[in-house]
Nanobody, 130 residues
């Protein structure tokens, strides 16, 4: 059974940093593309960042480019989201997601839409105060 567990959320001041982690189990982690999404109160869930199976490709939402960095450690079955220069508008519940490799072409693809992912974590709250 696939399980994704986010951690590292909490409160930060504007301009501060947080590092989110997502530990995966029940899957062959190195063959999954991974993503981070977020959902603010009253808003729809939105794409934040994605990293390909081979970790060579990454993509980010325009709102976080230059401030957030997604990375993965296949030996630890973990994907990270380093968040710097935090803004109050970054306040949301952050979710980790996983998509298995379905075709060879998937190895370098980035997936930006939530329906493209098969598995989700429970989320971790990030609150940024001004």
């Amino acid at each position: 059974q696939v399980h994704l567990a986010e951690s590292g959320g909490g409160s930060a001041q504007a301009g501060g940093s947080l590092r989110l982690s997502c530990a995966a189990s029940g899957l062959t982690f190195s063959t999954y593309a991974m993503g981070w999404f977020r959902q603010a109160p009253g808003e729809e869930r939105e794409f934040v960042a994605s990293i390909s199976w081979r970790a060579g490709n990454r993509d980010y939402a325009d709102s976080v480019k230059g401030r957030f960095t997604i990375s993965r450690d296949n030996a630890k079955n973990t994907v990270y989201l380093q968040m710097n220069s935090l803004k109050p508008e970054d306040t949301a519940v952050y979710y980790c997601s996983a998509r298995p490799l379905r075709a060879a072409i998937d190895s370098t693809r980035i997936f930006l839409r939530d329906y493209e992912y098969d598995y989700w974590g429970q989320g971790t709250q990030v609150t940024v105060s001004s």
